[in-house]
């Protein structure tokens, strides 16, 4: 929770894990990230399945993840893949990810709550301090004209073209955005309008 200040009501999810997964008892010190960079040290002052209540004792600040790397992923057919590219994508530092809506798109609706949890559960299990940005799905032509000039741009595309591998061309502490396609690809159109982009 971004509101999270290290004092108070762990959540009754959170309750019920930190005293009957975790096995937290009074007095254990929880480390408790808000997302946004903050880690609480918290104490338990009481240790109850619905309601673990905390005193904080320290708080530690991350600094913004730079440079800010951005994917824009096409949705797969087969949700469990996104979710899967989910929790990778949180386990390596990515900050954003949009799904874009393409030309050959096989879903075009998502359960963002479901998704906010998966990303929630691997910002957890890989110790990041800094929950992924993760925005409404959007048509690919709209994202285009959302980005900014000060990134870098790459469009991961299977069309027949000079191809250059990222680890070539990409410029190290600059802001990336990386496209990446449904499973039958980007359109012809699409790669034109990002390349115009």
Known sequence: ????????????????????????????????????????????????????????????QSARPYPWLHMAVAPTKNIDRYEWFLEKATELGIQ????????????????????????????KQSLKYWLPVMNEPI???DFLETTTNSTQKFILHCHASPKKHLFN?????????????PEGDFSIKEIQLAKAN
């Open 96 to 123: 954003e990810i949009t799904p874009i809506i393409c030309d050959h798109s096989e879903r075009d609706k998502l359960r963002l709550d479901r998704l906010q949890k998966v990303l929630i559960a691997a910002m």
């Open 1 to 60: 929770d971004a509101d999270f200040t290290g004092n108070g009501l762990l959540t009754e999810d959170e309750s019920r894990h930190a005293i009957s997964v975790m096995r937290h008892k009074e007095n254990d010190i929880l480390s408790i990230t808000n997302g946004n960079g903050l880690l609480f040290e918290s104490r338990i002052l009481k240790a109850q399945k619905k309601k673990c209540e905390l005193e904080l004792v320290n708080v530690h």
């Open 169 to 181: 061309i990409t410029v190290q502490h600059q802001d990336s955005i990386v496209l990446i396609g």
């Open 139 to 141: 048509l690919l032509e």
